[in-house]
């Protein structure tokens, strides 16, 4: 699958720790957002950045943080602060210019993240 | 900001029927309507989308109608087959602002088509 590429597929993470989740694209996108996906609740925004060294938060920022040092890449770092990180994490992109901006988001294969 | 409600939950259908599930959306500034389908521990995809400035749009056996007067739209798929079962998401997006691009997703439906 080329695109947009998430890492790792699985990650598991101790109760008080950090974990980053790498999401990297190769389509010349500006625009990259992070989701979260748990069972019967469709897909939340997490964080998005729509340029380079700027991003804003979506509806369930707490407890996670993001950069946007490179067009290519936009990591999302779990935070101990998230007290119920376990859930499918997609990363998408979107074009972002243009006439009509709004376009259709290609997704990442995602990451699940689990607490043990 | 928008809020988009997905009905039915579940879906189930014998093949050759047809589905249809609707999404309502409440923010009058969104104009980008796309429809994603997910297979199980696989990223969503795109199947269809719809613009503002139509009523209808058709892709073979798939079909998205909207009304932005009473702010739904919907999806019709016909002649189901076994392998359209998967989780469904509408989405909505805003036209401009600081918010483009970003997508506000419907809960899902899980479809199931039966031999």
């Known amino acids: 699958d080329g695109g947009i590429t998430q890492s790792p597929k699985y990650l598991f993470r101790k109760e008080g720790q950090n974990v980053t989740l790498s999401c990297e694209q190769n389509l010349n996108h500006d625009a990259m957002y992070w989701y979260r996906q748990d069972p019967g609740q469709g897909l939340r925004l997490i964080y998005y950045s729509q340029i380079v060294n700027d991003f804003q938060k979506g509806d369930i920022a707490e407890g996670y943080s993001v950069s946007r040092e490179k067009k290519e890449s936009f990591p999302l770092t779990v935070t101990s602060a998230q007290k119920n990180p376990t859930a499918f994490y997609l990363c998408a992109s979107t074009p972002g210019t243009g006439r009509e901006r709004n376009t259709e988001a290609f997704f990442g294969q995602g990451t699940r993240l689990t607490v043990v | ?115």
């Open chain 2, 1 to 115: 900001g928008e809020n988009v409600e997905q009905h039915p939950s579940t879906l189930s259908v014998q093949e050759g029927d047809s589905a249809v599930i609707k999404c309502t959306y409440s923010d009058s500034a969104s104009n980008y309507f796309p429809w994603y389908k997910q297979e199980l521990g696989k990223r969503p995809q795109l199947i269809i989308d719809i613009r503002s400035n139509v009523g209808e749009k058709k892709d073979q056996r798939i079909a998205v109608t909207l009304n932005k007067t009473a702010k739904h739209f919907s999806l019709h798929i016909t002649e189901t087959q076994p392998e359209d079962s998967a989780v469904y998401f509408c989405a909505a997006s805003p036209a401009g602002g600081t918010s483009y691009g970003k997508l506000t997703f419907g809960q899902g439906t899980i479809l199931t088509v039966h031999p």
